[in-house]
């Protein structure tokens, strides 16, 4: 099928590699490390990365992003260093990809094509896979459209050897276009189907339960986290985008309270909007979680952007999907507008044990924003456990609300609301009195406020 064809043209599995950008003046690359996050994503994605190239000016060249003489000075370092591919730290339209090809006489890749090259060697759910092939059929498709037309005009002239890729006709062209277009129809509706049914799931999921969602930057520890809390199997591993579907456990905060915790998918600078736009809907349940929980790796450099990304990234979803501040919740024959509520954030300052100094953390924790500092391994697995206590008492704080001492006087047969008042609170006296009990008790306003609700139940400040 040409479609699949076409994006193994975008594979870079054991492509000598060489990395080039345009730094203008206000790129939000990392200065201390420009090219180590593009060379951590080439390898993910499989490539040998044998070189770097990089071009301080003040605007793009239009058509092809680097100057003249520096696309020249690329080809050069490719055919000193025998490289197939250029990979470019921004996202590229066709165009330019055409433009600097015909120079370089390379197969050239944007950021974006090689995330959704990651992306898809790591899709392992229907629904990932679907969203992947959407997010490939409407990004990389154009560009391998004009790659390919372009190939063929320098087709056998060398250099463009490893891609091997005969060029199709005007014809042929027209076809898969219009293959690619019945495709793109037919993985929307599949998707939008599979969404409903999880929106569903989640509506349910949060009229009963309080959610708090882990969010954050690729590799920050959320699946760790998420695993240490929970003892669930989420896929946690030192590579990018190790997880790609959201998960939802409960996680138990004992005294017989718990809550619905979801592990996502990671953030990255720059995401290709295509895929933010398929991912959303994963996204989009764990945002109007009752409270987030923002993983942030301080250990690593670059932490400074990887918060403001996944700070922006955020609003931006949040923002999007409130249109004008509401949201319209759909059940079967009604529908109801709502306010969009922005839920609590509290960053979790991770990865603690790896710091070099302890100022590094007193840097974070003199921010103006909530800030717990955690070690999210596991004890077994050579973890501290820090933090992990203080994270716990936050997220009941959340649940329950702030404590305050009450009397609450309600009938011996009421057992429920007793055992729950045990279990949940902290009993500091009882009184019974005929068919009645007083309970001196410390509470939290939100458990006593379902309590009120309860027939033959007296509350009273203490
Ligand atoms: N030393 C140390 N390593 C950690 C800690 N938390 C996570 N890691 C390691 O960091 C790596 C990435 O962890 P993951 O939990 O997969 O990260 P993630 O945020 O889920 O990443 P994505 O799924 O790619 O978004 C793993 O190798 C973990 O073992 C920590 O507190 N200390
Ligand atoms: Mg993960």
């Known amino acids: ?192 189907a599979i969404q409903a049914r999880k929106r ?31 003892e669930g199997g989420a896929y946690a591993d030192d590579r990018l985008f190790a997880t790609l579907m959201t998960r939802t456990r409960k996680w138990d905060l004992g005294s017989g309270t718990g809550v619905m915790l979801s592990d996502t998918v990671g953030f990255v600078r720059d995401l290709p909007h295509h895929l933010v736009a398929s991912f959303r809907a994963t996204l989009d349940e764990v945002v109007h979680a009752d409270l987030l929980l923002i993983v942030l790796d301080i250990a690593s450099p670059g932490a400074e952007l990887r918060y403001k990304t996944v700070m922006d990234t955020l609003d931006e979803i949040i923002e999007d999907f409130a249109g004008g501040g509401e949201t319209v919740v759909e059940g079967e024959g009604w529908s109801k507008r709502e306010s969009v509520r922005v839920p609590e954030r509290v960053v979790l300052l991770n990865k603690v044990d790896r710091l070099q100094s302890p100022s590094e953390l007193l840097v974070w924790q003199a921010k103006p924003f909530e800030t717990i500092p955690i070690c999210a391994l596991a004890p077994e697995q050579g973890g501290t456990g820090l933090g992990l206590e203080e994270l716990r008492a936050r997220v009941r704080l959340s649940l329950l609300g702030r404590e305050r001492e009450v009397r609450v006087t309600l009938p011996i047969s009421a057992s429920k609301a007793i055992h729950q008042i045990e279990t949940q609170g902290a009993v500091l006296g009882r009184e019974y009195n005929g068919q009645a009990v007083t309970l001196h008790a410390r509470l939290g306003h939100r458990q006593i406020e379902p309590l009120r609700m309860t027939p033959g139940v007296v509350i009273e400040e203490a």
């Open 1 to 192: 099928m040409p479609v699949s064809k076409e994006r193994t043209a975008i594979k870079v599995q054991a492509e000598r590699a060489i990395l080039a950008a345009c730094r203008l003046p206000n790129s939000n690359h990392d200065p201390e490390s420009p090219f180590g996050e593009l060379k951590a994503l080439a390898e993910q994605a499989g490539a040998v990365v044998v070189g770097e190239l990089e071009q301080h000016r003040q605007t793009p060249e239009p058509g092809s992003f680097l100057g003249k003489g520096k696309l020249e000075e690329l080809k050069g370092l490719c055919e000193r260093l025998d490289a197939q591919t250029v990979i470019f730290d921004h996202e590229l339209s066709p165009k330019q990809i055409a433009n600097i090809e015909k120079v370089v006489q390379r197969k050239i890749l944007d950021r974006s094509e090689l995330i959704l090259d990651i992306f898809a060697g790591r899709a392992t759910t229907h629904e990932a896979k679907l969203q992947v092939e959407l997010a490939q059929l409407e990004y990389t498709y154009p560009r391998l459209r004009s790659m390919w037309s372009h190939l063929e005009r320098i087709g056998g002239s060398g250099g463009m050897g490893g891609v091997g890729t005969r060029g199709p006709g005007e014809q042929q062209l027209e076809i898969d276009r219009r293959l690619a277009q019945n495709k793109k129809v037919a993985l929307q509706r599949e998707l939008g």
């Open 200 to 230: 569903r799931e989640v509506e349910a999921r949060k009229a009963e339960n309080f959610t708090v969602g882990l969010v954050g930057y690729t590799n920050a520890g959320k699946s760790t986290l998420f695993n240490t809390l929970t």
